[in-house]
């Protein structure tokens, strides 16, 4: 009896500690039309937005990949989902841009935010992925190409047309097998685009040794904390 009263005094005396602390005042950002603002919010709330997010990221990503064990398989199943689930914005539509999870719920985004979502579920299905804006050789315009990480070797994907790239053994092309020129286009829907409309790009696709942590791949509570401190320490 003793015993329980301690643990309860314990207990109570962490709470009565603990709650100032998840009171504070913290911040997110909102980005509408690319005019950003800052958004004031307690922290209990910020904590509790992001672990409602983060059992979400984990809920679709395990129905959309189901059953299936092999990385493209997983890999595919999640492309397609993104492509068929964000659809493009409508002419004159509003850009919102804040959490990943938004763009889900909205089902609308650009095509960095299509590019976002994909990575983001790629690395809850444990493939190491990320997005990031591959310029033209003639540095004329910008697309972003997500890379995802499988059996060593990185492989290409434009989530926002639905376009992955095969080799001659039809599997997923790397980017190795892609820059001596061992590739051609796939597509879930056709929209008219060929393995022509990527030449100008291909040139500049990155050599990836490693990859930190970055926002597709710190939605889980670990990751979030090891980039709070790592951020804190700089």
């Given at each position: 009896m003793r015993s329980k009263k301690i643990i309860f005094l314990c207990f109570l005396t962490l709470?009565?500690?603990?709650?100032?602390?998840?009171?504070?005042?913290?911040?997110?950002?909102?980005?509408?039309?690319?005019?950003?603002?800052?958004?004031i919010v307690p922290l209990y709330l910020k904590v509790l937005n992001f672990l409602d997010r983060h059992c979400n990221y984990i809920r679709l990503t395990n129905e959309i990949i189901g059953r299936e064990s092999l990385p493209q398989q997983k890999v595919l199943a999640l492309l397609s989902w993104t492509y068929r689930n964000i659809h493009k914005l409508p002419d004159g539509a509003?850009?919102?841009d804040d959490h990943v999870w938004n763009i889900i719920i909205r089902r609308f985004g650009t095509n960095?935010?299509?590019?976002?979502?994909?990575?983001?579920?790629?690395?809850?299905?444990?493939?190491?992925?990320f997005y990031q804006l591959i310029s033209a050789i003639?540095?004329?315009?910008k697309i972003p190409l997500s890379f995802v990480k499988i059996d060593k070797e990185w492989h290409v994907f434009d989530t926002y047309h639905g376009v992955y790239f095969l080799n001659s053994k039809n599997g997923l092309a790397s980017i190795h097998d892609i820059k001596k020129g061992d590739c051609k286009i796939a597509v879930f829907v056709d929209e008219g685009i060929s393995l022509f409309d990527y030449r100008h790009y291909f040139p500049n696709l990155p050599d990836i040794p490693v990859v930190g942590l970055h926002r597709a791949n710190i939605q889980s509570p670990i990751r979030r904390l090891k980039f709070a401190l790592e951020k804190f320490a700089r």
């Open positions: 709470s009565i500690a603990v709650l100032p602390l998840l009171c504070l005042s913290t911040s997110t950002q909102q980005c509408i039309n690319y005019n950003c603002r800052t958004i509003e850009v919102v960095d935010q299509s590019a976002d979502v994909f990575s983001t579920l790629c690395n809850y299905a444990g493939l190491s992925s003639d540095d004329r315009e």
